[in-house]
């Protein structure tokens, strides 16, 4: 470097000029910069080799030693991955829901894979070409039931998204399948707006929203959602999809229904993980459970009496207007016998039975077994 | 018992058959299948300026009038969050979804000196750490954002899922070699500026997806430079893909803003001066010296032993970050800031020659 000459030094009868701070460049930084290595060897726990197996490296699979371990609080509220040296003194992000009984089931993991597993994209994996035109009364039904199913697929996305980012980061198993469930959310959303628009229809008429209010007005926690969102809707949900595939007017539909089922059963396994777990693990969550789902059911029976979703249903089931009010309402009742069957299963299984004789009407009308269709 | 429990048939209604959105759609599928663009047709595809739907309904469904109001939607407004190549970047991450589990290649890892598998590690803490606030944020907007806006919120759902396996890749290679976690860096916690605490959402995507998203682009861009093994570039590839899409999104907003509501390009300049102190800051791991930039420059050098190597290239890495962070802005529509004396990122870029 070229010397330069001194700097000529200030008269004593003159301020002194202020110190300017030498500019830092990157040369200087390359020339000056002294690496400290102090990150280095910070590690809760060293030596680990998961390896993957038949289906790959799976979320689960790096639940190991120290990795898998998932305490009942979570009280770290930075995104502070499990198992890593956490960083002291950084400022909250602000989690909720930090008790692991508020969000855990030890499926999630696994059900997240799967997700990614069976993934469908509605813009090219559904044969849309399958669709040919319909009678106009069958078209009408069929935009009708696919705009609630719209709005099923909405509140899924608004509830799941509304409670996801207050989840602690050491329960990340959660938080991914979630992302998953919202994802499939989203995917269901598109693909029934696409097939009311794609066959000379169109959107029909909103549902009438009790049970969206009853998941939305959840505020007390995720687990109080997943009461009303995954077992009592996302039952529905699933039964819907169950008999409209079996009443499919085309491939398109039917695979549809098919996979909107299949993502759906994945929402319906975690809850009902979940609140096995919850119940075992916190107190009153049994009894909370109980109160909701007796409450929730007046809301559930408050959108059954009105008649536009029924009537639609019936409408294809009965493949037609003529025969809707007969064949239709037969298959409408089967299906209403078959969900009030798999409802109460359910709830028997969580340990909350529910008595047949004292569901509110319509459902209790349901309750009886016989003559569902297998 | 009611005449449809007990199987008697009974008179049905029909009235809804009169209550429908606009009747006689037909969308066809293209050369993509049937794409959200394509049945954006007529009043269906008409994303009103101000909605007042606060029921939830679809866009273009018919109204009831007694529906409860249930949406409280914070996001009303089509220039808070709209950009015009929504469905593109929907329908692009449903084809290119990919599996951290099956689509790696992880066999072909294979144990690294000490120091490289240490560096490997700090830099997969980091990432892990640092992924899914873009899974969070993007989530918690989703919720607060009006359906009659759906497409924007389809690609947020997508991006929710595509920074799940970000976090989970990451995690799996910093358990896959003989290594494990290592230090947090606190890079995402609640600073006043921070994604996590934006109150306005494109003050949020301003500094997620175009600075920070923007800068981790450019990173998993230089996977061939980072990279011990197969398994290790595919992945960064993989994820380079993803971001792309997350940063188009926030370019495409920004520049849907900048034309539709201009009165708010001042407040954004203000946002994109915070950011650009961001991009050589310390939750930048090509920014200033950092327990990451230290891991980072013994990966690109191979070695401890060629950490200075390793620094050059941080500081190319950090160059390229720049010029791409300019280019996005003017693409944005907000270029001015590099002409008129604003911004110091020229300055930022001679710096790092
Ligand atoms: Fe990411
Ligand atoms: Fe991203």
Redo the contacts with the bound molecule.
């Keep these: 470097m070229a010397n330069k000459p001194a700097a000529k030094p200030s008269s004593p009868n003159q301020p002194a000029q202020k110190p300017v701070p030498p500019k830092s460049t990157a040369s200087d930084e390359k020339r000056t910069f002294e690496p400290k290595y102090n990150w280095m060897n910070k590690t809760r726990q060293w030596g680990v080799r998961v390896k993957p197996g038949k289906a790959g490296l799976r979320l689960g699979d790096l639940n190991v030693g120290i990795y898998g371990e998932t305490p009942t609080q979570w009280a770290d509220q930075s995104r502070n991955p499990r198992g890593a040296v956490p960083r002291r003194g950084m400022p909250p992000v602000g989690y909720s829901i930090r008790d692991k009984a508020g969000l855990w089931a030890d499926c999630a993991a696994d059900l997240y894979e799967e997700a990614i597993q069976r993934r469908w994209a509605p813009a090219t994996d559904v044969p849309w070409d399958t669709i040919e035109p319909l009678p106009d009364d069958v078209e009408h039904a069929v935009c009708q039931v696919c705009t609630e199913l719209v709005g099923y697929a909405n509140v899924d996305i608004e509830t799941i998204t509304g409670w996801q980012h207050q989840m602690s980061y050491g329960y990340h198993e959660v938080k991914q399948f979630l992302a998953t469930a919202s994802f499939d959310a989203a995917r269901h959303y598109e693909c029934f707006r696409k097939r009311a628009l794609a066959n000379g229809g169109g959107l029909g008429l909103e549902g009438p929203g009790m049970v969206n209010r009853m998941i939305l007005e959840s505020r007390g926690g995720w687990t109080e959602a997943v009461v009303y969102l995954l077992i009592m809707r996302g039952t529905f949900a699933m039964t819907l999809y169950k008999y409209l595939g079996r009443h499919a007017h085309n491939d398109a539909e039917r695979f549809i229904y098919g996979h909107a089922l299949a993502d759906k059963a994945r929402h319906v396994t975690y809850a009902l993980d979940h609140l096995k777990y919850a119940m075992a693990h916190a107190d009153d969550v049994l009894q909370v459970v109980r109160t909701l789902i007796a409450i929730g059911e007046g809301g559930l029976t408050r959108d059954l009496r009105d008649p536009v979703l029924a009537e639609a249903l019936a409408v294809v089931f009965g493949r037609g207007v003529a025969k809707a009010a007969g064949r239709g309402m037969a298959v409408y009742g089967d299906m209403m016998r078959d969900y009030v069957a798999t409802y109460l299963g359910y709830c028997q299984w969580l340990g909350v039975p529910r008595d047949p004789a004292r569901l509110p009407p319509p459902l209790n009308e349901y309750a009886n077994p016989t003559g569902a269709e297998a | 018992m009611s005449e449809a429990a007990n199987g008697a048939e009974r008179e049905l209604d029909l009235g809804w058959m009169d209550r429908t959105g606009p009747w006689e759609t037909r969308a066809e599928p293209g050369k993509y299948g049937l794409t959200i663009a394509d049945i954006s047709i007529g009043d269906y595809g008409d994303a009103p300026e101000v909605s007042d739907n606060l029921t939830g309904r679809a866009r273009g469904a018919a109204a009831r009038p007694a529906s409860y109001r249930i949406g409280a939607y914070a996001v009303r407004s089509k220039n808070e969050i709209w950009l015009d190549n929504a469905s593109f970047l929907y329908e692009e991450a449903l084809q290119r979804q990919w599996s951290s589990a099956t689509d790696v290649p992880w066999h072909t890892i294979e144990p690294l000196p000490d120091d490289v598998e240490q560096a490997e590690c700090q830099l997969a803490t980091f990432l892990t750490e640092v992924?899914f606030v873009?899974g969070d944020v993007p989530a918690r907007w989703v919720s607060l954002t009006t359906p009659d806006f759906y497409e924007p919120r389809q690609v947020l759902l997508a991006q929710v899922m595509?920074?799940s396996r970000?976090m989970d890749v990451f995690r799996k290679r910093a358990l896959a070699n003989g290594g494990g976690l290592m230090q947090a860096t606190g890079a995402t916690s609640g600073f006043v500026g921070s994604i996590d605490l934006s109150r306005d959402f494109t003050e949020m995507s301003s500094r997620l997806h175009v600075s920070g998203?923007g800068a981790?682009l450019t990173l998993f861009r230089m996977g061939e430079l980072m990279a011990q093994n197969e398994a290790e570039k595919v992945i960064y590839r993989l994820?380079a893909q993803?971001?792309a899409r997350h940063v188009a999104f926030g370019v495409m907003h920004l520049r849907y803003m900048s034309e539709t509501a201009p009165e708010r390009r001042e407040e954004i300049h203000c946002y994109l001066d915070e950011a650009e102190g961001g991009l050589i800051g310390a939750a930048n791991p090509v920014g200033q010296l950092t327990p990451t930039s230290e891991s980072m420059a013994i990966i690109l050098g191979g070695g401890k032993e060629n950490f200075d190597d390793g620094m050059n290239k941080i500081i190319a890495i950090r160059r390229r970050q720049l010029q791409e962070y300019r280019k996005r802005v003017i693409s944005a529509g907000f270029g001015e800031r590099f002409e008129n004396g604003r911004s110091r990122v020229a300055q930022m870029i001679e710096e790092a020659a």
């Design positions: 992924e873009a595509d920074e970000h998203e981790v994820c993803d971001e």
